[in-house]
Nanobody, 122 residues
Framework: QVQLVESGGGLVQAGGSLRLSCVAS????????MGWFRQPPGKEREFVAA????????LYADSVKGRFTISRDNAKNTVYLQMNSLKDEDTAVYYC???????????????WGQGTQVTVSS
């Protein structure tokens, strides 16, 4: 089992920045692919970004490319999502996810956090 706890969400004005963190516990963090997903109000959960074990490979949704950056610190069991140039449409609950075998954009990761709310106001 892996437990994931997100933090860093909040209210921010359009054009601003936030950094989300997700701390993992329970198993060897460096053995897990990590992802960020989000669920906007009234919509389905969607892929945001993913990162490989060592951080050498990263995936991004087209909607966030150039604005969001995923990174990880295996020594701290933490994955980050730096979000810049935030837009109204980035408003969502953001979830951290982990999987030992799957690295991709589908919401099929084995372990999920509880989510953190990000609200962008214009």
């Amino acid at each position: 089992q892996v437990q994931l706890v997100e933090s860093g969400g909040g209210l921010v004005q359009a054009g601003g920045s936030l950094r989300l963190s997700c701390v993992a516990s329970g198993r060897t963090f460096s053995h897990y692919y990590m992802g960020w997903f989000r669920q906007p109000p009234g919509k389905e959960r969607e892929f945001v970004a993913a990162i490989s074990w060592g951080g050498g490979s990263k995936l991004y949704a087209d909607s966030v490319k150039g604005r969001f950056t995923i990174s990880r610190d295996n020594a701290k069991n933490t994955v980050y999502l730096q979000m810049n140039s935030l837009k109204d449409e980035d408003t969502a609950v953001y979830y951290c996810a982990a999987d030992a075998n799957y690295y991709g954009t589908d919401a099929t990761y084995d372990f999920w956090g509880q989510g953190t709310q990000v609200t962008v106001s214009s």
